[in-house]
């Protein structure tokens, strides 16, 4: 791998669900974002997370994505589990929930999450949400991540 792609942006995937991971990866490339890598469900992907941002030489994700559905808490759980390292590390850390779920709103806010999108059974709904993500993405970079 050249030294280009080992310091491109990327995007840290969190998901218990491996399809949905594929399914929202997919999306998320379609609408321009940088690449994703699939940190697997909440066990794996904290114990990667974490060995990744306490690594000083480590690349850290430029986005951190959690999307647990094992049990309606799951994202909040992991949230308070990994603060306040991400924070520290000015890693930014986004929850996807159900749209039913609006009203953790504030509690994932509190765990630290930066912004919380929506899951949706509608396709475009669904991509138009995506969308959002890569524009939250893109808009959250540090100037000195891109060059600046």
Not at 33 to 43: E, K, L, M, T
Not at 63 to 82: E, P, Q
């Amino acid at each position: 791998m050249n030294e280009h792609m080992e310091n491109a942006p990327f995007v840290a995937l969190i998901d218990d669900d491996q399809h949905s991971a594929h399914l929202l990866t997919r999306m998320l490339l379609a609408e321009g974002s940088p690449r994703v890598q699939w940190y697997g469900d909440a066990v794996r992907g904290h114990a990667r997370l974490v060995d990744v941002l306490t690594d000083p030489s480590a690349h850290w994700p430029s986005l951190v994505i959690v999307d647990l559905k094992s049990h309606s808490c799951a994202n909040m759980d992991f949230l308070r589990s990994i603060q306040p390292l991400p924070h520290q590390k000015g890693v930014s850390m986004v929850a996807m929930v159900h749209a039913s779920e609006s009203d953790q709103r504030e509690a994932l806010e509190d765990c630290g999450a930066a912004a919380i999108f929506f899951r949706h059974a509608d396709r475009d709904a669904y991509r138009r949400e995506a969308a959002s993500l890569v524009s939250f993405w893109a808009r959250s970079q540090r100037p000195v991540a891109v060059g600046m």
